[in-house]
């Protein structure tokens, strides 16, 4: 008798019940490893797609800074003005310099008066675009034929700029002032890809390392 129980005990198979409960584990197994993943290829997706859409800002701040930070003082380099336009923020800040990072080419002769502010892209049209305008510094003609313009970040919403003034401790709507330069500018662009504007506070003054 002890025989023929072991030889019917090494012959047994899994039951029914068994090999559905184990189908059933590896099946939520799989399900959970593919949410994982899904979840985590999107989450890069969209890191990346951010990060893209961020690149012309990050651009400008640098291209802003290292502007800004080589202009001379007690020369009017820089001045700004606060403006609106259909209750949109459409401010402009104005600063000479040569070739250059500022004026986006190194081969110019002369000083230029460029210009950022925000261009509709026709009469027709409410898209705005943000760029520079340059303009020849000693140009006296009443035409537009000297200016020219390079168009930095398509479709814009708003840009408004503000100046921090060491003297008073605020932040000020325009700069007029043609002998200091403001401690601090602080740049907000209203996006339309993005439910918060961007923002980014440029130091005139180099920070010493």
Known sequence: MFIAWANRKKHAGFTLLEVTLAVAILAMM???IYRF???NMI????????SAADRPY???????????QTLPTGSGA?????????DRSRDSIKWICGAGPGLLT???PGDFVVTMRLQAVSEKSD???????????????????????????????????RYFDPRLNTWLDKWTDTITLPRLVKVTIGRKDAAVPWEAIIPLARTPL
Do not use: C, M
């Open 30 to 32: 799989s399900l959970t």
């Open 37 to 39: 993943v899904q979840s």
């Open 43 to 50: 989450a890069v997706r969209v890191s990346s797609e951010a």
């Open 58 to 68: 990050v651009a400008l701040r640098d291209l802003l800074s290292a502007q800004w």
């Open 78 to 86: 820089l001045t700004g003005e606060a403006l609106k336009l259909n």
């Open 106 to 108: 190194r081969y110019a």
């Open 127 to 161: 898209r705005l675009d943000l760029g520079f305008l340059r303009k020849p510094k000693n140009d006296s003609a009443l035409t537009n034929a000297n200016e020219t313009w390079v168009r930095l970040i398509d479709n814009v919403q708003s840009l408004q700029i």
